[in-house]
């Protein structure tokens, strides 16, 4: 055990982050537990592998991981044919292609105009180059398929205080308890972010 990255569980017990992936079926809730609370101390080689299953993009179930990815490169791979070669969209860096495979992916890229989709891309882009610069350009459709569990998931979660603050603000009655529940400093962070 001497390099194998070693955290105690709860009830005192050795657990290995190589013998814990090596499982046949890795427990989100463990690795959540263990190994994303010691992020900064696990190998890099790792991490894209931690945060795929963390994310749902792989399987937690360890021999269905190839084929997973295989898959979810192909389908990048496509994408970035069309974007590229098909509709011949230029674009001046990845995080820009990138966007455009999103719009594409989820049958919101407009039939002309593409350049003006970019006013919109400020959020996926940041958290893309944030993904590339933590993993190193490791690849670039994990990169992109972290990128896109990321910004669905904090678009969400945005909408969801979207809605609380508008119900809040129209309900006839003041409710204490649903504006304590509102992070409004987030939703003023994220207006900013989107005017920079």
């Known amino acids: 055990m001497d390099n194998q ?3 105690f569980d709860k009830s005192k017990k050795f657990l290995s982050i190589f013998l814990y992936l090596d499982t046949k079926k890795v427990d ?5 537990e263990h190994f994303l609370e010691n992020y900064s101390i696990i190998p890099q080689e790792l991490r894209l592998n931690l945060w795929k299953i963390a994310l749902g993009i792989s ?12 898959m979810l490169r192909e389908h990048y791979d496509y994408m970035k ?5 098909v509709i011949q969209i230029e674009t001046k860096n990845d995080q820009d292609l990138n966007y455009f495979i999103y719009l594409l ?12 989709c970019l006013k919109d891309s400020h959020p996926f882009t940041l958290i893309h ?9 490791q690849n670039e459709f994990d990169t ?3 990128t896109i569990e990321i910004f669905e998931r904090l678009d969400n979660q945005l909408k969801s205080n979207e809605r609380k603050f508008y119900n809040c603000l129209t309900s006839e009655t003041s ?8 992070n409004v400093m987030l939703l003023l962070d994220v207006s900013l972010v989107k005017q920079l």
């Open 5 to 7: 990255l070693v955290v």
């Open 81 to 85: 044919h069309i974007v590229k070669n």
């Open 59 to 70: 399987s937690p179930y360890h021999e269905q991981n190839c084929t997973i990815d295989k």
């Open 175 to 182: 409710n204490k308890s649903i504006i304590e529940q509102i």
């Open 28 to 32: 989100k809730e463990k690795l959540r």
């Open 129 to 137: 180059r944030q993904l590339n610069e933590i993993l190193d350009d």
């Open 105 to 116: 992916d989820k049958d919101k890229l407009p039939i002309d105009n593409y350049q003006d």
């Open 144 to 146: 992109y398929f972290l």
